[in-house]
């Protein structure tokens, strides 16, 4: 299995899998095995509002929103410090500029979201592990009680691709749950084997 996820990752570098993977032709840099995840718990859980960390060209925020459309509750909340032209329009997103950590966009998301609203987090944007932790911190807050907060990208640093990566996610969860027992990995969500989230997926306790 670690043979095939680094074939597998290994491949984007020639254009190939996840670099060349699209949701109703938008690019959606995801393994879909994690996006039919996604599906799983959207389904499962409806949450109200989906915060997304680093959005990129839209796709993957495009497949929570088409999910959200199919179970007829949802909203995507998306951030990224760059802006894109081009991007989808899709009445359950909304776009936000400026890095997912500054104060600013924090209290904009805040913003959004009702008092009995339900939370679900996913964490896409700069992969260091100070970053991570970072987000972790300010967006664990944010995450209601039996939702998920997801951590992609945890296979970095030879979890098992891109060895000489440095500290990225996977030790940015490490640290995160040594001083927060709200949380606990799922590791359910890995049961289709292939995943770039390996014990990324938390779910805060009830
Ligand atoms: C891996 S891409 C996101 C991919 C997208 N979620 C998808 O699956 O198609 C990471 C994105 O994070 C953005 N990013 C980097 N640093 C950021 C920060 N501090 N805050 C928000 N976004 C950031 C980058 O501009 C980039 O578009």
């Known amino acids: 299995m670690r ?11 020639t254009n190939g899998t996840f670099q060349n993977t699209y949701w109703l032709g938008i690019p959606a840099f995801k393994c879909p095995l994690d996006l039919w995840i996604y599906q799983e718990i959207i389904v499962d859980l409806k949450p109200d509002v989906i915060i997304e960390a680093g959005t990129a060209y839209g796709g993957s925020a495009l497949f929570l929103a088409s999910i959200c459309d199919l179970v007829e509750k949802g909203e995507v909340i998306t951030i990224d410090i760059e802006e ?8 359950r997103i909304k776009y936000l500029t400026g890095s997912s950590v500054s104060i600013d966009i924090v209290d904009r998301v805040k913003s959004y979201i009702g008092e009995e609203e339900e939370v679900m987090v996913i964490l896409d944007s700069d992969h260091s592990k100070d970053h991570v932790l970072e987000e972790l911190r300010v967006y664990g807050n944010l995450v209601t009680e039996g939702q998920y907060l997801v951590v992609e990208d945890t296979n970095l640093n030879g979890n098992p691709v891109c060895p000489d990566n ?11 749950l040594e001083n927060n027992d709200r949380f606990q990995i799922d590791e359910s969500k890995e049961k289709f084997y292939l995943t770039f989230s390996p014990r990324g997926y938390l779910r805060k306790s009830r």
């Open 3 to 13: 043979e095939f996820h680094k074939l597998y990752y290994n491949s984007a570098f």
């Open 84 to 91: 894109v032209d081009e991007r989808p329009n899709h009445n």
């Open 166 to 176: 440095g500290p990225g996610p996977m030790e940015a969860v490490k640290e995160f």
